[in-house]
């Protein structure tokens, strides 16, 4: 018993940097609710497996320019609309947003109600834009 002992004590440095270096390797599928996606991946979402495309931005933002036929519902009226989106449950969700907090929420809420197959587009409108990707103007 005393050698068990005596084996944590002289290597406990080493207990401690495997349990932590195992954590740090956990901590990015622990802590990720939601994926990343470039545009074409995206757009092979909608394309090919009938995506929505949910956009969170607020009202001035979405009229300045969003992607063709993209749902629009404000991260911050999410959690009190989310239900409308309850049909698209199976389906991939993309979330489009200005970078901020916002695609983090959006998908904490997706996720709290149910919803599986959620991706943030990497870069958010920004990055449709920059791809020269279609954008209606209302």
Do not use: C
Not at 67 to 82: F, G, M, S
């Amino acid at each position: 018993m005393e050698s068990e002992s005596t084996f944590l004590v002289e290597n406990m440095f080493f207990i401690v940097a495997a349990m932590l270096s195992g954590g740090m390797l956990l901590w990015p599928i622990v802590t990720r609710a939601v994926r990343e996606v470039d545009p074409k991946r995206a757009i092979r979402l909608i394309n090919y497996e009938d995506a929505l495309i949910l956009d969170v931005r607020d009202d001035k933002e979405y009229a300045e320019g969003h992607p063709p036929n993209a749902t629009h519902i404000p991260v911050e009226l999410l959690d009190k609309r989310w239900a409308e989106l309850e049909k698209f449950k199976d389906r991939p969700i993309v979330i489009i947003f200005k970078p901020g907090p916002r695609p983090g929420r959006a998908g904490a809420v997706l996720r709290k109600h149910g919803f599986k197959r959620i991706f943030n587009l990497s870069g958010g409108i920004e990055t449709w834009q920059r791809e020269n990707l279609p954008l209606v103007k209302k």
